[in-house]
């Protein structure tokens, strides 16, 4: 979408499709070279092995008045709540590849634990970082100029728009568990 709008992009994932405009390697890996203009971080974070080195890396490669965007996962805001709230509008779960959301249900009735265990043992074998340590480590590096949390969940879930998770936030009923955040780069920043 960024280069269809005139932009110079490149997208960086191991499970990145081939091609030009792909690296197809993990991001602090990546042969990408400095002085980048803004550097877009999309639900990665979270399960990245080493936040701080990720950052780093993003902070060397933002040129001088260069942004960090970043949409992420705030796990510790998916409380029991809100994980009944999606379970109730799972999608049929294909054949040999359950979603996620499928996943952490079958998981939490097998397990015979409360939600709150249930997820914490999930997201630590994992080595899933909580959407309040990427913040911490952001913040470490750069200077916030916007965050808000919002809807997170509706993607995976069968007839739920993002207007419709957002008025169960806006109600109460669910928390919000996506983070938005921009930042720009920070000269001398407190490591």
């Known amino acids: 979408m ?4 005139g932009y110079a992009a490149t997208g960086v994932d191991p499970e990145a499709p081939p091609g030009p405009a792909y690296r197809q390697v993990e991001f602090e ?8 203009d803004g550097i877009v971080a999309c639900t990665s974070l979270h399960h990245v092995a080493d936040l701080a ?3 780093d890396t993003v902070r060397t490669l933002l040129a001088p008045r260069g942004r960090v965007v970043v949409v992420e996962w705030a796990r510790e805001r998916f409380d029991e709540t809100t994980a009944r709230w999606c379970f109730d509008r799972l999608p049929e779960p294909e054949a ?7 996943e952490r249900q079958a998981g939490w009735a097998a ?9 914490r043992s999930w997201a630590e074998a994992e080595g899933l970082h909580t959407g309040r340590a990427i913040l911490n480590a952001l913040d470490a590096r750069f200077s916030c100029q916007h965050i808000s949390f919002g809807p ?6 069968s007839d739920t728009s993002e ?12 928390r919000a568990n996506r983070i938005n955040y921009v930042a720009s780069k920070v000269t001398n920043p407190a490591q």
Not at 29 to 36: A, E, F, I, Q, V
Not at 111 to 119: N, Q
Not at 163 to 174: L, N, P, S, T, Y
């Open 152 to 157: 997170y969940l509706f993607a995976d879930l």
């Open 53 to 55: 080195d990720v950052l």
């Open 96 to 102: 040999d590849h359950p979603g996620w959301l499928q």
């Open 29 to 36: 890996r990546s042969d990408l070279s400095g002085g980048l």
């Open 111 to 119: 397990s015979g634990l409360s939600w709150d265990a249930c997820l």
């Open 163 to 174: 207007a419709d998770e957002q008025a169960a936030i806006d109600a109460g009923r669910i």
């Open 2 to 5: 960024l280069e269809a709008a």
